[in-house]
């Protein structure tokens, strides 16, 4: 008698060692981004599983959360009481808000059987995401070289925009981190203090998700083993993630984190435009 693979994974996934390697570099990724630098790079981690879960977009951003919830877990520890309650108040309601519409139209694409719709949209999504970090980026370099460093001090109307943006689409791909460090990044905070801020809506926003995910079949007994293989991997990337943060100066962190998401703003615009144009 054969006795089946432990964990077992979900169907779809025909090759274990593919899939362990790329998710794991992914995981590493993932950690690292999240706990060192605020998250942008991480959404690539999403295309990258996607690749190990054999091209299924659905189930790859399934094994996805629970990875992104324990590396939440890491970040908000390793940063516990540094952030600053003020901005994240402010985007959490729409965020809230965000999440709901973007389970919402995953649970009109499951009703209507229609994932090619499903895919288009997606693609629009990170196209508009891509082209507003791409500018977002170009106006920042343009107001330091004219050394304008004024602080953005949120509003509740711009905290509720950017919070519904960025749960819209953290829902539909996990791609809130180019909208996340846009809304953080310009209130000149101190990099612990940007890090623990993001990480500490990361915390909240993902585990939001966790219901619609498990009501739409996102989540379940074998995403989670999947999830359960990369949990090490994650884990390590974030504990890497602190040190890289720790190794880096003020201007270096600030550099590194927009070269970060000027590189997420072209992979989305490349994705998209690939799909899109089809």
């Given at each position: 008698?054969?006795?089946?693979?432990?964990?077992?994974l979900p169907e779809g996934i025909d090759n274990?060692?593919?899939?362990?390697?790329?998710?794991?570099?992914?995981?590493?990724?993932?950690?690292?981004?999240?706990?060192?630098?605020?998250?942008?790079?991480?959404?690539?981690?999403?295309?990258?599983?996607?690749?190990?879960?054999?091209?299924?977009?659905?189930?790859?951003?399934?094994?996805?959360?629970?990875?992104?919830?324990?590396?939440?877990?890491?970040?908000?520890?390793?940063?516990?009481?540094?952030?600053?309650?003020?901005?994240v108040k402010l985007i959490l309601p729409g965020?809230?808000a965000g999440i709901a519409l973007g389970s919402?139209?995953?649970?009109?694409?499951?009703?209507?059987?229609?994932?090619?719709?499903?895919?288009?949209?997606?693609?629009?999504?990170?196209?508009?995401?891509?082209?507003?970090?791409?500018?977002?980026?170009?106006?920042?370099?343009?107001?330091?070289?004219?050394?304008?460093?004024?602080?953005?001090?949120?509003?509740?109307?711009?905290?509720?925009?950017?919070?519904?943006?960025?749960?819209?689409?953290?829902?539909?791909?996990?791609?809130?981190?180019?909208?996340?460090?846009?809304?953080?990044?310009?209130?000149?905070?101190?990099?612990?203090?940007?890090?623990?801020?993001?990480?500490?809506?990361?915390?909240?926003?993902?585990?939001?998700?966790?219901?619609?995910?498990?009501?739409?079949?996102?989540?379940?007994?074998?995403?989670?083993?999947?999830?359960?293989?990369?949990?090490?991997?994650?884990?390590?990337?974030?504990?890497?993630?602190?040190?890289?943060?720790?190794?880096?100066?003020?201007?270096?962190?600030?550099?590194?984190?927009?070269?970060?998401?000027?590189?997420?703003?072209?992979?989305?615009?490349?994705?998209?435009?690939?799909?899109?144009?089809?």
């Amino acid at each position: 008698m054969t006795l089946p693979p432990w964990p077992p994974l979900p169907e779809g996934i025909d090759n274990a060692v593919l899939f362990l390697v790329l998710g794991s570099f992914g995981a590493v990724l993932l950690g690292v981004a999240k706990t060192g630098f605020g998250g942008s790079i991480g959404i690539l981690t999403v295309p990258i599983l996607i690749y190990a879960c054999g091209g299924q977009a659905a189930l790859a951003t399934g094994v996805t959360l629970p990875l992104l919830i324990a590396c939440d877990f890491v970040a908000v520890g390793c940063w516990w009481g540094k952030w600053d309650l003020r901005p994240v108040k402010l985007i959490l309601p729409g965020a809230v808000a965000g999440i709901a519409l973007g389970s919402i139209l995953l649970w009109s694409f499951q009703r209507l059987d229609i994932a090619g719709w499903q895919g288009m949209a997606d693609a629009a999504l990170k196209l508009g995401i891509g082209l507003i970090a791409l500018v977002f980026v170009a106006l920042q370099v343009t107001r330091a070289l004219w050394k304008q460093k004024m602080a953005f001090r949120p509003m509740f109307w711009q905290g509720t925009c950017a919070g519904l943006m960025a749960g819209f689409a953290s829902t539909l791909a996990h791609a809130a981190g180019p909208i996340t460090t846009m809304y953080f990044l310009p209130q000149n905070m101190h990099k612990s203090r940007f890090v623990a801020s993001a990480s500490l809506y990361y915390w909240i926003g993902n585990a939001l998700k966790v219901l619609p995910y498990l009501l739409l079949g996102m989540v379940r007994a074998s995403t989670l083993s999947a999830s359960a293989m990369l949990l090490p991997a994650v884990v390590a990337g974030a504990l890497l993630g602190v040190f890289l943060h720790r190794r880096a100066g003020p201007k270096s962190f600030t550099a590194i984190v927009y070269s970060l998401l000027l590189l997420a703003g072209v992979h989305l615009c490349i994705k998209a435009i690939a799909v899109l144009s089809r």
